[in-house]
């Protein structure tokens, strides 16, 4: 299967979701290997596992818990390793769970006959089993593991008693008491010590093992238990060969039987799989689709497996009356995703992975699934997105035969419509006499004619709700998509006759050639008779934009021999000169013509004023007065 194409699907990011279903890493390292079969038999024989192993879970706890991974220690025995007491553990633990798994598998015949067989292929090592558990208990190897050494531990375990008790008579002893630092025994590099103040560590018979971090305190092995600690180190020499010949025998033991191994760890591992598969088609509700190997195709109220939330269902069927679908609709319509779902749908099938659709839905085994989908642009190679795309295509169209999948977003885009509309249609009549499935979006109206009058291709459209502009991200097959370009374009208020204008263009190809009417162009002379701004005599009123503050303002007095005025801005008088300016309106464009313009620059409390001392008004006289004293 086409690497390039697992991508663009994004199928291990769904393998990845099943992996975290699994127990342990024999079952993920299995799911990290799987790829989609184009064997049809091994596509049902993978559905029938799942769906076994749903059966299984539904009724009763599958005991797969605490099985580990040994893939690390089989090949540690290969190089002639020794396993340590840790490893050696984690062989009995799988060795338990292999013989936990048989025996559970022993009498489900009528409930999962396929996964019962495969208990067949687990090699029971009880002998193996037992001989490490009757050596290693709790990753360290047992006394018991030979008479010798017993023999040897309890030698060593009446050595280190005398030597506390001669280190007890020690510390009791009153002669000693001004040399001890602190009154207790401790083990310093495998060696009973004492610890002494530095200052009498000459003082002290025996010998310096080490010293405190500040130099206070040295700690001293007495001459009097200097006998005992050499024959405790001969001891511990004498059980340290003894522990490596029992972990010798029993790697030895492994080693044995390392073929059985291998072939537990191989099934172990596939039940552990089959199970995540299983945990993951309860989770989304997942089917066991028809099969067929002839292109059939037929989903049923399916969802993408990768997006969450409400998802509107997809219903999508080709390769029965029809064996080319080109699907049109508006931008971010749900074009792509659909061509995403067939195609990851059927990955998953063909990977024996339950999916989000219902009964009755059907899937064909193909022996290759190719994808043209999202921006190819390679700037490594200096192509364009519609170079990489061609490119991409070439190298699809030398691969396809009867048994592939074509799935071509936006096919012929990124080019001049007219050769990108013709070029499409040549290479879909080129798969599709190859033999090929093929599912094809686009947004040109010549893709859509040839469809509608071949007799083994069939548009189909996204909806769209017109009133809304929404899309509806629901399929409809044997429809083909409308112009949703005229549809926006009435709803944001583009005349109807423009909107005729170009339905009849597309319809007809009859374009208007007549020149624009005279009185609509502006003359030669026209353009004499206007003003340049510079000499432009700005008058109060008149809007100007400010090209320093980059906002507008209004003219408040009237330019003066330095070509400066003055401008209401920001609520407040400024004097820019003219080049620093341009006219926006002037004033007799923007207010009528006796606007009192003097009121522009006015606020409503002073105007309010004005009024009410006009009338006589006593509140406004006082106000007007208390004006005048704060100014002074």
């Known amino acids: 299967m086409n690497n390039t194409t697992l991508t663009k699907l994004q199928f291990e990011e769904l393998k990845n979701i099943v992996k975290d279903f699994c127990v342990s890493n024999l079952g993920k390292n299995m799911i990290d290997k799987l790829l989609p079969s184009s064997n049809i038999q091994t596509v049902k024989n993978r559905l029938v596992e799942t769906s076994e192993g749903k059966i299984l879970l539904d009724s009763s706890n599958v ?60 090699t029971e090592l009880e002998n193996v089993e037992e001989e490490i558990n009757a050596s290693i208990h709790n990753n360290i190897i047992d006394s018991n593991a030979t008479k010798e050494l017993k023999r040897i531990r309890r030698l060593i375990e009446n ?262 509309a013709a070029l499409a249609i040549s290479i879909l009549e080129e798969v599709y006499h190859r033999g090929a499935i093929t599912v094809a979006t686009t947004h040109y109206g010549e893709i859509k004619n040839f469809s509608l009058n071949h007799n083994d291709f069939q548009n189909a459209a996204m909806l769209f709700n017109s009133d809304t502009l929404e899309p509806l991200y629901r399929l409809s097959i044997g429809e083909s998509g409308k112009s949703n370009a005229l549809w926006i374009s009435k709803k944001m208020g583009i005349d109807e006759n423009v909107v005729q204008r170009a339905e009849f263009y597309i319809k007809y190809k009859d374009y208007n050639y007549s020149f624009v009417s005279k009185n609509k162009v502006r003359s030669q002379q026209e353009i004499a008779e206007d003003i340049p701004l510079e000499n432009y005599d700005y008058k109060i009123g008149d809007k100007v934009y400010l090209t320093e503050f980059k906002k507008s303002g209004l003219i408040y007095k009237p330019k003066n021999e330095f070509n400066n005025v003055t401008v209401l801005y920001d609520n407040k008088f400024i004097e820019v000169n003219t080049k620093q300016m341009k006219l926006e309106f002037k004033a007799e464009e923007l207010y009528p013509q006796d606007y009192d313009l003097n009121s522009l620059f006015t606020s409503f409390s002073e105007r309010k004023l004005e009024k009410d001392i006009a009338r006589g008004s006593k509140k406004a006289l006082k106000k007007l007065q208390k004006m005048r004293k704060e100014r002074h």
């Open 63 to 122: 005991p797969l818990q605490g099985i580990v991974n040994i893939d690390n220690i089989i090949v540690s025995v290969e190089k002639d390793a020794i396993l340590n007491p840790e490893q050696l553990r984690n062989v009995s633990d799988f060795l338990r769970g292999c013989r936990k798994i048989k025996l559970y598998m022993k009498d489900k015949e009528y409930q999962a006959p396929t996964l019962m067989k495969y208990s067949y292929s687990i």
């Open 159 to 420: 050595t280190e008693i005398k030597i506390e008790e001669k280190l007890e008579g020690f510390l009791k002893a009153s002669s000693n008491k001004t040399v001890i630092q602190d009154f207790f025994i401790t083990k310093r590099n495998g060696r009973y010590t004492i610890p002494i103040k530095s200052s009498y560590k000459n003082q002290v018979d025996g010998a310096l093992v080490d010293s405190s971090a500040t130099g206070s305190t040295v700690f001293i092995e007495p001459s009097i238990v200097s006998k005992l600690t050499s024959e405790l180190m001969e001891l511990k020499v004498e059980e340290s060969n003894e522990e490596y010949q029992i972990l010798c025998y029993l790697t030895g033991l492994v080693r044995e039987y390392i073929n059985e191994l291998k072939a537990d760890v191989e099934v172990i591992g596939l039940y552990d799989m089959i199970l995540a598969k299983a945990k993951y088609s309860i989770s989304i509700g997942g089917i066991s689709p028809d099969i067929n190997d002839y292109g059939y195709i037929n989903i049923i109220n399916g969802r993408h497996p990768l997006l969450k939330g409400k998802v509107v269902p997809l219903n999508f069927s080709v390769g029965e009356n029809y064996r080319t679908l080109i699907i049109t609709g508006p931008n971010a319509g749900g074009k792509t995703v659909v061509l995403k779902a067939v195609g990851l749908l059927t990955l998953a099938v063909q990977s024996g992975f339950h999916i989000p659709c219902d009964k009755g839905s059907a899937f064909s085994v193909f022996s290759n699934i190719f994808a043209d989908i999202g921006d190819d642009q390679s700037i490594e190679n200096a192509l364009s997105t519609f170079s990489s795309h061609i490119k991409n295509i070439a190298e699809i169209i030398k691969n396809t035969d009867k048994s592939t999948l074509l799935l071509f977003d936006e096919i012929g885009s990124g080019t001049e419509p007219n050769e990108g």
